[in-house]
C-alpha cells in the first residue's frame, strides 16, 4: 500500500499556486490544494484541480526519436545524445558559434534554464538564447 | 510584479487593464474580488467584455490598440486637476517636463476619439485611481502583444509614479506573467542579452566574471532573439536550434513563416514531453520529465521562488531535463556533472545577486521573494521603496501610435487572440487532460451579434476568417463580449490555429509580436 | 413525461433560466401513482425547491404543483389559467435576464 | 491535544488495528494530508491547527474512499472532528465505506472554531481529545433571510458571477462521489465559458447537496471568488430537515429519506 501526498508548485500559469499531488501505487492520481501556500491559500482553478490528467498521458513521449530515412525512430539515449552532440560540434565548427541557437523555457525549472543558457555560452559559445516570453 | 500578490487585496483601487483576470489568473482575481469587497474600487479597460468587467465599479472599452491614448487621458486629467504627487515627482522621477508637454495634448475630448470611451469615464478613471490611498496596477498581454508594447508599458510606469503609487505596500505597475516560470527562465539569463540575474553579456566585467566561474571563453556579442533565429535560418546564418519545452509551431505569429525557418534548420533538437507539432519537425526529438517529475524551483509572477518536489519517476525512458543538458554538454565536450538541482542551486546564488540568499533549505514554507541577496535577508515583497532601481524614476514622453495593421474594405474585421479558461497555451497539456477537453474540446470564434447577422451566421456555424498570412475555418460563438466590427480567437487549438493569422509585426525593443491586433475578412463557410 | 416523479428539480431549473417564467408540475393523485411513490417524490422535490428558490431570491409561486386525473379536464383548465394569470402577474422570471 | 491522538494512533498501528491512518502532517513548512503506515514514525503529526484552529482541514474521508477502493481488505483508520463523523456515517449508508473496515479517531473542535463553523455539533460521538464546545446557530442563514427578496436575488446574482468554474466546490466535497456529474451534463448546463451559468450552475449543486452536505464547510475555503457557498448548502440542509426531519449524520437521523432526496424513498 503506497499513498503519498506531494507538495509543489503548478506547472500552468504565473500564479504559481501551491498544491499536493497524489501518488497512490506510484501514479500521479490526484490533486489537493494546498492550504497554507501564500498564493493560493487552498483554492485552484480548473486547470489546477486536474493537473495531474496529463501526466501519465498515453500520448507522453518515452524513449529519444532520431529522424532516419525522413522519419522519427525510437533510438536509444547514447544514441540520441552522441548524435546530436556530434552535429552540434560539426555545425559549431563549420559555421561559428552564433550558427548554433537555443530556445530556452518558460515551463521548465530554474535549474534547467540555467544549465541550458550555460551550456549555449559555455559550451557553445553563443548567446543566443532566448525563450517565448513574449507569447 | 512590483508588488506581490496578495498585496492587491488591501488596495483601495486597482485598474486592471488588458488581463482576463478570472480566466488567465484566476487566483490573482482571488485577490482582486476581496478588494472589491473591502469597498476598492475596480476599473477594468479592455475591448473585450472580460468576466471580471461584470463586476467593475467603471468599465472602460477602449478600441483595440489604443491604451497609451487612454492612459494619457487619465493623466491628462490628473494634472489638470492637481491630483497628482508633486512632491514624488520631483524627489524620486526625471524627464517631467517633456513629459507633461505630451500629455497635455492628450484632452479627455481627443482621447474619447480616439479611444471610444467616453471622456467622463476617463474623467471617473483618473480620479479613483489618483485619490486612491493605494492605487494599483494589473496588466497583462492585452498590454504587452502590441508594436506599442513597450510603450504601453511605460505609459503605465508613468501614470504610477505621477500619483506616487508606487514603492509602497498594495500599489505598483503588476505585469501578471503568462507561462508558470516565465519569470524564472528570464531571471536565469534565457534572454539573449544577459547573464542571469540581468547581467548585460556586453559588460566586460560581467563577461569576466562569468568566464572564471564557468571556466570558459565567452562572447560578448547580444545574442539574437525567437523572431532573429527565424529569420536567420532563413538566411541560412542560423543552422543548428534546440528547442526546449515551445511550441513555436502553434504559438508564434504567422506559423506559416515559422514551418518554412524551422524546417531550414540542418539540425534541429525538440526536448518535449508530448510530440508537438514543432517536435515533429525536429531530427532529434528528446523525452523530457514533467513537472511532477523532477525536483527544481519555479519563480511566479510576484517574483516568489518556490519548490517543484518529484512525485514520481519520469513515465518509460523519459528523463529529467538537467539531466539531459548536463549528459549533452558533456558529449558536447564542456563537462557538468551536478548531482541534484540544489547543487545547480548553490551555483545559481553564487553567480547571481538576486538569488544571493536563495537555497532549498530556504524554501521550506513560503519561499523567498527576489531580490534576495544574502543568506539573512528575508526576500522582498515590493520593489522600489524609497528609491527607484536606476536610482530616479525615468518619465517618458509617449505619443499614441495606432497598431501596425489596419483595417480596410478588403480586411474589414479586427482580430484579437488570447487564452479561455480551460485552456493553456499551445494545449500540449490541457487538451490531454480529459476534464478540460471535455468542457472545451474545439476552438471558436466571437462574433457579436450584429456582426453575426449581417453575415448570417448562427452560433455553431462555420467561417472563414482570412488575414494577408492565412486561413482558419472555425465555429462561431455569437456573444456581446465582442464589439461591433472586432472579432476574437483562443489560440490553443492547433486545428483552428489563431496564428496563421497573426501579424508577426513586433515591438522594436521588445520583439513582441502584434498577437492582439490584426485584420481578418470573415464569410460563412460553406 | 411518464410520471411526476421524473421531474428533476434539475429540468425546473433549466426551464426556468431558459425562459419560463413560471413551473406547473402536473401528477396524478396521491396515492394513485402507477409506480407507487412517484408522485410523493415529486411533491417534496417541488417543496425542497421552492424553499431554496426563496432563499435565493426567486418568487417561490413561480413554481407549484397540482394533483390531476385525465378525466378532470375543466379543473385542469382552472388550473392552469390560474397559474397562468398568477405567473403574468408575477412579470418576466428575474433568472431569464441572466441567461 | 495532539499527544492524546498520536497516542491513540500509534497503538492502532503497533498493534495492527489498521494498515494506516489517515491524518495531517506538518512537511516542507505546510500542514498535508498524509497516509501515516508505521506508528514508529509519527514525525510531524498534528491536528490541522496552523495559525488558528482547524485552519488546516481537508477532507481526509475522500481520501479514505480511494485508498479503500484500492485496497478494500484492509482495515484504515482516520481523523475526524464532528463533521467529518457526520461525513462517515453518511459514507456508510451511501455504501461508499465499509464500517468494519474504519477505525475513526475522533477529535472535539475548540469553540473558536466552532463560532466561525456556525457548527450544530462541533465534536464527534467519541473522541480522544478536546471538549466538547457548544453548538452554534446558522447566524448566516438568517443574515440573507433578512434581506428583502428581491434583492436577496441580486446578492447571489453578484456572487455567482465571480464563478470562476473551477468545480472546487465539488471537487473538495468529501459528499461528492458520483461518478458523472450534473454540473458537467452539457444538456443541463452551459460548458465552455465563465462565469457558470447563473444562477442556476450553485441552485443544481445546492439542490444535489440535499440528504449529503454535513456542514464541513471546506467548499467556501476552496472557493476562489469566496462564494458564500456554505450559507447556501446550511440552508438545504434546514429545508431538508425540515421536510424530511433529516440531517446527514445525526445520531437521531432515523433514515428518513435516503441520502440523495432526489432519489427514490421520498415518501413518509
Known amino acids: 500500500m503506497e499513498y503519498r501526498t506531494v507538495l509543489t508548485t503548478c506547472t500552468y500559469c504565473g500564479c504559481g499556486c501551491g498544491f499536493y499531488l497524489e501518488v497512490l501505487d506510484g501514479r500521479v492520481v490526484g490533486t489537493i490544494p494546498c492550504k497554507t501556500n501564500p498564493v493560493s491559500e487552498g483554492k485552484l482553478c480548473v486547470k489546477g484541480w486536474n493537473v495531474h490528467e496529463f501526466i501519465h498521458s498515453p500520448k507522453r513521449l518515452t524513449q529519444p526519436l532520431l529522424r532516419k530515412d525522413g522519419a522519427l525512430t525510437p533510438v536509444s539515449w547514447d544514441e540520441a545524445l552522441d548524435f546530436t552532440a556530434k552535429r552540434m560540434r560539426e555545425i559549431k565548427e563549420a559555421n561559428g558559434s552564433d550558427s548554433v541557437a537555443f530556445l530556452a523555457s518558460a515551463k521548465v525549472t530554474n535549474e534547467e534554464n540555467y544549465l541550458i543558457q550555460k551550456f549555449a555560452r559555455a559550451a557553445v559559445g553563443t548567446n543566443n538564447v532566448d525563450h517565448c516570453a513574449r507569447l | 510584479m512590483t508588488n506581490s500578490i496578495v498585496e492587491l487585496e488591501n488596495a483601495d483601487c486597482i485598474l486592471v487593464i488588458g488581463s482576463n483576470t478570472t480566466s488567465s489568473h484566476p487566483l490573482v482575481a482571488t485577490r482582486i474580488f476581496r478588494a472589491k469587497a473591502r469597498g476598492a474600487k475596480i476599473v477594468v479597460a479592455d475591448p473585450r467584455f472580460v468576466q471580471l468587467a461584470n463586476k467593475a465599479d467603471l468599465y472602460m472599452r477602449h478600441k483595440l490598440g489604443t491604451d497609451v491614448a487612454l492612459i494619457n487621458g487619465m493623466m491628462n486629467v490628473i494634472l489638470s486637476n492637481g491630483w497628482h504627487k508633486q512632491d514624488f515627482v520631483d524627489e524620486r522621477t526625471e524627464g517631467f517636463e517633456e513629459f507633461r508637454k505630451v ?148 504559438s508564434d505569429p504567422d506559423v506559416h513563416h515559422v514551418e518554412k525557418a524551422l524546417k531550414n534548420a540542418e539540425l534541429l533538437v525538440v526536448q518535449d514531453i508530448f510530440l508537438t507539432p514543432t517536435a515533429e519537425l525536429a531530427h532529434v526529438v528528446l523525452p523530457g520529465a514533467s ?138 497539456m490541457t487538451r490531454n487532460s480529459p476534464t478540460l477537453h471535455k468542457e472545451m474540446p474545439e476552438g471558436f470564434l466571437e462574433v457579436n451579434p450584429v456582426d453575426a447577422r449581417a453575415l448570417g451566421v448562427k452560433s455553431g456555424d462555420a467561417v472563414r476568417v482570412a488575414s494577408r498570412r492565412g486561413e482558419v475555418v472555425i465555429k462561431v460563438d455569437i456573444t456581446a463580449r465582442v464589439t461591433q466590427g472586432t472579432v476574437f480567437m483562443p489560440f490553443h487549438f492547433v486545428e483552428t490555429c489563431a496564428n496563421l493569422l497573426t501579424n508577426p509585426a513586433n515591438d522594436p525593443i521588445a520583439k513582441i509580436p502584434e498577437y492582439k491586433v490584426c485584420a481578418v475578412q470573415l464569410e460563412k463557410a460553406l | 413525461m411518464m410520471c411526476s416523479g421524473m421531474v428533476s428539480p434539475d429540468l425546473i431549473l433549466r426551464a426556468l433560466s431558459k425562459g419560463a417564467d413560471g413551473v406547473l408540475v402536473i401528477g396524478c393523485h396521491l396515492g394513485e401513482c402507477h409506480y407507487l411513490e412517484g408522485n410523493y417524490n415529486a411533491a417534496k422535490r417541488v417543496a425542497v425547491l421552492k424553499k431554496l428558490l426563496a432563499f435565493a431570491g426567486v418568487d417561490p409561486a413561480r413554481l407549484r404543483v397540482e394533483w390531476l386525473s385525465s378525466a378532470e379536464a375543466p379543473t385542469f383548465v382552472r388550473v392552469t389559467s390560474e397559474f397562468s394569470e398568477q405567473i403574468k402577474a408575477l412579470g418576466p422570471s428575474p433568472l431569464k435576464e441572466v441567461a | 491535544m495532539v499527544e492524546k491522538v498520536k497516542a491513540r494512533v500509534q497503538e492502532l498501528l503497533a498493534s495492527g488495528k489498521v494498515k494506516g491512518f489517515i491524518g495531517l502532517r506538518e512537511l516542507h513548512g505546510h500542514i498535508g494530508p498524509y497516509l501515516f503506515t508505521d506508528g514508529g514514525d509519527l514525525d510531524g503529526f498534528v491536528i490541522g491547527d496552523r495559525k488558528a484552529a482547524g485552519d488546516t482541514r481537508y477532507p481526509l474521508n475522500t481520501q479514505l474512499i480511494m485508498i479503500s477502493r484500492q485496497y478494500p481488505e484492509e482495515t484504515l483508520g482516520v481523523l475526524v472532528r464532528g463533521c467529518d463523523e457526520r461525513g462517515l456515517k453518511t459514507l456508510f449508508n451511501t455504501n461508499q465505506l465499509k464500517p468494519e473496515k474504519v477505525v475513526s479517531v475522533g477529535i472535539a473542535c475548540p469553540q473558536e472554531l466552532a463560532d466561525v463553523c456556525e457548527c450544530m455539533k462541533p465534536f464527534p460521538e467519541e473522541f480522544v481529545a478536546g471538549e466538547a464546545s457548544e453548538a452554534r446557530p446558522f447566524g448566516s442563514v438568517e443574515r440573507i433571510e433578512s434581506i428583502e427578496i428581491g434583492e436577496r436575488l441580486k446578492v447571489w446574482l453578484g456572487e455567482f458571477a465571480k464563478c470562476i468554474k473551477c468545480y472546487g466546490c465539488r471537487n473538495i466535497c468529501p459528499m461528492c462521489y458520483c461518478p458523472e456529474c450534473t454540473l458537467e451534463a452539457k444538456d443541463f448546463q452551459a460548458v465552455g465559458s465563465i462565469a457558470s451559468e447563473n444562477p442556476i450552475f450553485h441552485l443544481t449543486r445546492a439542490l444535489h447537496m440535499a440528504g449529503r452536505c454535513i456542514d464541513c464547510g471546506l467548499c467556501s475555503e476552496a472557493c476562489p471568488a469566496d462564494i458564500p457557498l456554505r450559507t447556501l448548502y446550511k440552508k438545504i440542509a434546514d429545508i431538508v430537515d425540515l421536510e424530511f426531519q433529516y440531517r446527514p449524520g445525526y445520531q437521531d437521523s432515523k433514515g428518513k429519506m435516503s441520502p440523495n432526496v432526489l432519489g427514490e424513498a421520498a415518501k413518509h
Open chain 2, 103 to 250: 500629455v497635455e495634448q492628450y484632452t479627455p475630448e481627443r482621447v474619447s476619439e480616439i479611444t471610444g470611451v467616453s471622456a467622463e469615464d476617463i474623467r471617473t478613471a483618473a480620479d479613483w485611481y489618483a485619490n486612491a490611498k493605494a492605487g494599483s496596477i494589473v496588466y497583462c498581454m492585452g498590454i504587452t502583444q502590441h508594436t506599442t508594447g513597450v510603450d504601453n508599458v511605460k505609459t503605465l510606469a508613468n501614470l504610477s509614479m505621477l500619483t506616487g503609487h508606487i514603492g509602497r505596500e498594495s500599489t505598483g505597475v503588476n505585469p501578471l506573467r503568462g507561462q508558470n516560470n516565465v519569470q524564472g527562465a528570464c531571471d536565469m539569463g534565457g534572454l539573449p542579452n544577459v547573464y542571469p540575474g540581468y547581467q548585460p553579456v556586453n559588460v566586460a566585467a560581467n563577461k569576466e566574471k562569468f568566464e572564471k566561474a564557468w571556466n570558459a571563453k565567452l562572447s560578448d556579442k547580444v545574442g539574437l532573439t525567437i523572431p532573429g533565429v527565424l529569420e536567420g535560418l532563413s538566411a541560412g546564418s542560423v543552422k543548428a536550434v534546440v528547442i526546449v519545452g515551445e511550441n513555436p509551431m502553434v
Open chain 2, 291 to 428: 513537472f511532477a517529475e523532477k525536483d527544481g524551483t519555479f519563480s511566479n509572477t510576484e517574483r516568489r521562488v518556490q519548490r517543484v518536489r518529484k512525485a514520481v519517476e519520469p513515465v518509460g525512458d523519459a528523463r529529467e531535463d538537467w539531466k539531459i543538458f548536463q549528459d549533452l554538454s558533456t558529449r558536447f565536450g564542456y563537462k557538468m556533472e551536478y548531482g541534484s538541482p540544489a547543487e545547480i542551486m548553490a551555483e545559481i546564488s553564487s553567480v547571481t545577486p538576486s538569488y544571493g540568499g536563495i537555497s532549498f533549505e530556504r524554501l521550506e514554507g513560503d519561499g523567498l521573494l527576489w531580490p534576495c541577496p544574502s543568506a539573512e535577508h528575508p526576500g522582498t515583497k515590493f520593489l522600489h521603496q524609497g528609491k527607484f532601481s536606476r536610482g530616479r524614476g525615468l518619465f517618458h514622453a509617449i505619443e499614441y501610435k495606432p497598431p501596425a495593421e489596419q483595417i480596410d474594405a478588403e480586411y474589414p474585421f479586427w482580430l484579437s487572440t488570447g487564452r479561455i479558461h480551460v485552456h493553456y497555451h499551445t494545449g500540449t
